[in-house]
């Protein structure tokens, strides 16, 4: 990476993370790029140290945790108050994610999670509260995440690795949306 940069190495190690970083060592993202485990880790480092990398975030399956309700609700906030409504809003229990969208009326998506319909009830009032108007409700049923796949290199665009195309893996998104930011 040079001056911000990414070249097609960090992109591919993107990738590879954000497939699951979890159960991805240095060795194996090395072995698919043909590069070695102390490159790969040196790439990473340069990538964290810059801020591209932010973290590394736990994939919850907030249902089997005890919590089956989960919903987005789209908000509307001004725009002056927006940043600070949304960073208020992440403190309601039950808030997984927030978004400031740029444009629109509708500029604040929350994601939340409840036991029932009372809890989400609570919180689109705690959002209301705030200064955010609440303009729609939708109950999820289940949501997937995958990796950018513009980050996989030319050599394995069309596919995964094994040129099934199957690369996604599913999961709720719980926090500033993803891995993928």
Request: charged share 35%; with cysteine; net charge negative.
């Amino acid at each position: 990476m040079r001056d911000g940069e990414l070249d097609s190495v960090d992109e591919q190690i993107l990738y590879h993370l954000q497939r699951d970083a979890r159960r991805t060592s240095s060795r194996e993202i090395g072995e698919a790029l043909g590069l070695s485990p102390s490159t790969i880790r040196t790439r990473l480092n340069e990538l964290e140290d810059s801020g591209i990398v932010r973290g590394y975030h736990v994939d919850v399956d907030y249902e089997r945790a005890g919590y089956p309700l989960y919903t987005k609700i789209v908000c509307t906030a001004t725009v002056p108050d927006r940043d600070d409504l949304a960073s208020r809003a992440r403190r309601i229990e039950g808030v997984t994610a927030v978004r400031e969208v740029m444009t629109g009326e509708r500029n604040v998506y929350v994601n939340a999670i409840g036991e029932s319909h009372d809890d989400l009830n609570r919180i689109a009032t705690e959002l209301d509260e705030l200064g955010l108007t609440v303009v729609d409700e939708q109950l999820v049923r289940e949501e997937y995440v995958c990796p950018y796949h513009g980050f996989r290199g030319e050599e394995t665009r069309g596919g995964d690795e094994d040129g099934s195309g199957d690369d996604e893996s599913p999961g709720r998104d719980g926090d500033d949306g993803d891995t993928t930011g």
